[in-house]
């Protein structure tokens, strides 16, 4: 009956979001129902100690990161600098190759240590810009954006900033360029196959004369100068971004060291808040380099950016309260969900699996897709089972590089279901629905999980790490 209840509030939630529903109300509903069935004397303690706990410490954390993203892409979109990319992508590729063009941009800065959200937002104003004059639907945008961002450059290629790929180096002992080969592999297939899949569904779009669509939502505002900035200019503030998150990440820690106090009061009579820097450094990294590119766009771009900064800056703040909520509920909808006794059954049950790393993969992507949350099912997964899975892979001979690339790609696979708070993010910035654009980031989901499963049997066969 306990697994019962967790299959049914994360069914419910994700026909909630599929619908068109607000997760931020409906992701508490969700959760708080499980725990009503399970223990309705908890109902209270757990909305209140651990929904509403996670939740605020979410925003705490990472809202300034949406704000300053949401910020960053409006004054991309005003200045003209989006139209200006792609002026120059379309020369540089060609009309045709629009979604190649969408997909490296969204790799380029997500490998380059943006967040992935700050991605979205950024990515989203030129890629519109690109569609509509390319004539492909609009629709296809969530796709391109996912594969670009929310794929390969998340968790595959080594080396990648992103916390996914962080994560199992505090269980394996490893670092962030762990299994380099079979991280390149899995990248090429799912880019590979990923651009395969999009070409093929804009074709079909083109086959039943589909343009990019009328009286669409949230369209982004186009320039009121009719000069355009030269290409390079208008990719400085989104270089600059990735470079300075590098570059903030290597000098925060050195110049602050692994913790920082301050008195909390005035007199300076209270205790003193200590900062714990190595959890904030890589947040902190992000928020400067946004800084610096909202900047950079002001100073090349200060006449058009001010004349509609007032209207602009108010939708971006929207805009960020929505991803960032969203997001949040489905934080605490998780950890609800993994303090019920049905997640422990689940969690148990995975455990079957002969295949050291087929066990690790089943049971990484699983949680991620239950929690919605590739780092927060991850997390839950290696928290519990860490020690299980390097006694088996050592058991087999199995070096601990492929535990980490193995984990980290699928903590990237099933997370993206409906509910996911990316994928939510996505949708509201570009105006659709999932309805209209979910089956193509599924299918990005389903290539993604599928990865997985080709670089472990390419370990099998080959040795290759």
């Not at 380099?180 to 899949?197: Q, S």
């Not at 939502?217 to 320039?223: F, I, V, Y």
């Not at 900062?275 to 090349?300: M, N, T």
């Not at 299980?388 to 279901?417: C, K, Q, W, Y």
Request: charged share 10%; hydrophobic share 55%.
């Amino acid at each position: 009956m306990a697994f019962l209840i967790v299959l049914a509030a994360l069914a419910f939630l994700m026909l909630a979001a599929y619908r068109g529903y607000s997760v931020i109300l409906f992701a508490p509903v969700a959760a708080l129902g499980a725990v009503l069935l399970t223990d309705p004397a908890l109902v209270a303690p757990m909305f209140t100690g651990l929904f509403m706990d996670k939740m605020v410490g979410f925003l705490k954390l990472y809202f300034p990161v949406f704000m300053l993203g949401a910020v960053f892409g409006k004054l991309i979109e005003l200045s003209g600098f989006s139209r200006a990319i792609v002026a120059g992508t379309i020369g540089l590729l060609g009309r045709g190759r629009a979604m190649l063009s969408i997909v490296l941009v969204c790799a380029l800065l997500t490998y380059g240590g943006v967040s992935l959200f700050v991605v979205v937002f950024a990515v989203y104003p030129f890629a519109a810009e690109l569609f509509r004059q390319s004539g492909i639907p609009k629709r296809l945008i969530p796709g391109a954006i996912a594969l670009g961002a929310f794929s390969f450059t998340m968790d595959a290629l080594p080396g990648t900033p992103q916390i996914q790929n962080i994560i199992p180096t505090a269980y394996f002992g490893t670092n962030a360029w762990a299994a380099p080969w079979l991280g390149t592999l899995g990248a090429v297939f799912i880019l590979v196959a990923g651009l395969a899949y999009l070409e093929w569904r804009r074709r079909q779009a083109l086959a039943a004369h589909e343009g990019y669509g009328e009286t669409q939502d949230n369209e982004p505002a186009t320039s009121g100068g009719e000069k355009l900035a030269h290409p390079l200019v208008a990719l400085l503030p989104l270089v600059l971004v990735g470079v300075c998150n590098k570059l903030f990440t290597d000098l925060i820690p050195r110049y602050y060291g692994s913790t920082q106090s301050f008195p909390s009061s005035v007199v300076g009579k209270a205790t003193p808040v200590v900062q714990e820097v190595s959890k904030v450094a890589a947040i902190w990294a992000v928020e400067g380099a946004l800084l610096v590119g909202i900047l950079c766009v002001l100073v090349f771009a200060w006449r058009p950016v001010t004349r509609r900064f007032a209207e602009g800056s108010k939708a971006a703040v929207s805009g960020a309260l929505l991803a960032s909520m969203n997001t949040a509920s489905e934080y605490g909808f998780g950890a609800v969900i993994a303090a019920l006794p049905g997640f422990k059954l689940i969690a148990d049950a995975l455990h079957a699996i002969p295949n050291p790393l087929v066990n690790e993969a089943v049971t990484v992507t699983a949680l991620a897709g239950i929690t919605g949350s590739a780092s927060g099912g991850m997390g839950i997964a290696l928290a519990a089972m860490a020690d299980t899975f390097i006694a088996n892979a050592h058991a087999a001979g199995i070096p601990m590089e492929v535990l980490h690339r193995v984990a980290a790609m699928a903590s990237g696979g099933m997370d993206t279901l409906p509910h996911n708070g990316a994928v939510i993010t996505l949708l509201a910035v570009t105006g659709l629905t999932h309805r209209q654009s979910y089956r193509d980031i599924f299918a990005v989901t389903v290539i993604k999980t599928l990865a997985v499963f080709v670089v472990i049997a390419v370990y099998s066969l080959t040795g290759l790490v």
